[in-house]
């Protein structure tokens, strides 16, 4: 346990640098306009959105199952826990959305820009919200259109960030699966997918830098527990004698 909880501290201190930087900086957001890079973080941000999210989920699952190479009944149980862990992570966070009830930076922006009490704009009904969000920007053309209809849908709440809670729970599961079997690549790639997406949603007016750091400590702490099972439940984590000896060949020959 004490194993798990070390590499995956490890790996959560990685995703909390670049929030915890903006946060003590006191960056303040604001509109960008047709910035190039804007689609490329949108896009980003697009992998973890319903309906990509589930093909990123499905992908990853089956990516983490060939790495381990479970056999069937121990393959089946990490899926479920895998599963397990990313929805519980989104039901927590929408528990505390509903309780906290912090609104996103773009609606304070419209507040401050186009007169829209945020608090009479949180009594409405989300789809009432998305149709406000469409009738004031319809002609604010320094907002590009896949950021105006991103806002459309995104009129929940800000705290804590679902999006980051996603993608950090991802990267730190690889870190505790994986690292074991010196997946380190694909360590790599998920850390800084996670942590794109969480710039990316500090960049696109949605969520504020604590609502990243809270949703990665969330993320933190489930992601010990799904370790945890699945060491429990599915057998050792480090990698069968042929493929450790295998590796430890490939690293001396290296």
């Known amino acids: 346990m004490l ?31 047709n910035a190039w890079w804007l689609k490329s973080l949108f896009w980003l941000t ?3 959105t319903q309906p990509w999210g589930i093909i990123t989920h499905g992908l990853l699952c089956a990516w983490f199952l060939w790495c381990l190479r479970f056999r069937l009944r121990a393959a089946i149980t ?21 309780s906290v009830q912090e609104p996103r930076p773009f609606v304070i922006w419209l507040e401050k820009t186009h007169h829209i009490p945020v608090d009479e704009f ?3 009904r989300r789809s009432e919200r998305g149709n406000i969000v469409k009738q004031q920007l319809a002609g604010q053309r320094d907002i590009p259109a896949f950021l105006r209809q991103h806002w459309q849908k995104e009129t929940g709440f800000a705290f804590p960030s679902g999006h980051t809670l996603f993608a ?13 079997r010196r997946r380190y690549v694909t360590i790599a790639i998920l850390l800084v997918w996670a ?22 400590l969330i993320s933190w702490g489930l992601v010990i527990l799904a370790t945890w099972l699945a060491q429990r439940l599915c057998g050792s984590l480090a990698p069968p004698p042929a493929e450790a000896r295998e590796i430890a060949e490939r690293e001396q020959e290296g």
């Open 78 to 98: 990490l899926f479920v826990i895998l599963a397990a862990a990313i929805l519980l992570g989104q039901g927590i966070k929408s528990w505390i959305k509903n």
């Open 3 to 33: 194993s798990i909880v070390v590499r995956t501290a490890a790996g959560a201190a990685l995703l909390l640098i670049m929030p915890l930087m903006v946060w003590i900086s006191d960056w303040r957001w604001q509109p960008e306009g």
């Open 46 to 48: 697009e992998t973890v």
């Open 168 to 180: 950090a729970s991802w990267a730190l599961l690889a870190v505790g699966l994986l690292w074991p």
């Open 195 to 216: 942590t794109g997406v969480m710039g990316s949603r500090m960049l696109l007016g949605m969520h504020w830098p604590r609502d990243l750091v809270f949703a990665t």
């Open 122 to 124: 949180y009594t409405l």
